[in-house]
């Protein structure tokens, strides 16, 4: 289990750094088996299964793979893919600087307030740092309502819902203004959470 330290989120202490499928398997495994997880469908997957499973995105040309820091502990995983070569291809109309992306956060002892949330904008402003990406493009499982959440409050709009083979999915997209849009409400809102105190 992960527990971050503070009693309060700090953006400024997450990071990202690529993951090492074979230094990192045994962590990552405990991840993506736990309970919480079910929606990465990794759920019975033995540590060498998982580690099989990251090193062939590590090999992939168009798949990446990275651990997120929060206080230089590990505490999320995230994907980064091309949804017209992975995931989604053929589901959907690809644009030039699409980029597809997963995440989730490690199980905790004591949940941090705000944490996923804290995570997800970290994830996407990793993304758009790139000048190449346009959109992100994601297709979470429709009984995901948490995510759904979580994808609103970053810019996501849903196109369509799509099936895929292991699961019926909202495509969803983000474009850089969106999620720009997105930032700005979201430090306003926590300015305004902190005058409050």
């Known amino acids: 289990m992960t527990t971050p330290r503070t009693a309060a989120v700090r953006p400024d202490q997450l990071a990202i750094r690529p993951?090492?499928?074979?230094?990192?398997?045994?962590?990552?495994?405990g991840w993506v088996t736990h309970p919480k997880a079910a929606f990465w469908l990794m759920q019975g997957l033995s540590a060498d299964e998982v580690r099989g499973e990251y090193a062939a995105i590590a090999d992939h040309p168009h798949h990446d793979a990275f651990i997120g820091l929060y206080e230089d502990s590990p505490a999320f995983l995230m994907e980064r893919y091309d949804p017209a070569r992975v995931e989604l291809a053929g589901l959907y109309e690809a644009h030039p600087g699409d980029v597809g992306m997963h995440f989730l956060c490690a199980p905790a002892d004591t949940p941090l307030h705000g944490f996923t949330r804290a995570v997800?904008?970290?994830?996407?402003?990793?993304?758009?740092?790139?000048?190449?990406?346009?959109?992100v493009?994601?297709?979470?499982?429709?009984?995901?309502?948490?995510?759904?959440?979580?994808?609103?409050?970053v810019g996501f709009e849903v196109v369509r819902k799509i099936a895929k083979p292991e699961k019926e999915a909202y495509l969803s997209v983000c474009t850089r203004d969106a999620f720009e849009a997105a930032r700005k409400a979201h430090a306003g809102n926590e300015k305004k959470k902190e005058s409050g105190r």
């Open 19 to 29: 993951l090492d499928p074979d230094a990192d398997a045994a962590l990552v495994h």
């Open 120 to 135: 997800i904008f970290a994830v996407m402003e990793y993304l758009f740092a790139d000048p190449a990406t346009v959109r």
């Open 137 to 153: 493009v994601v297709e979470p499982d429709v009984r995901n309502t948490a995510v759904h959440a979580l994808n609103e409050a």
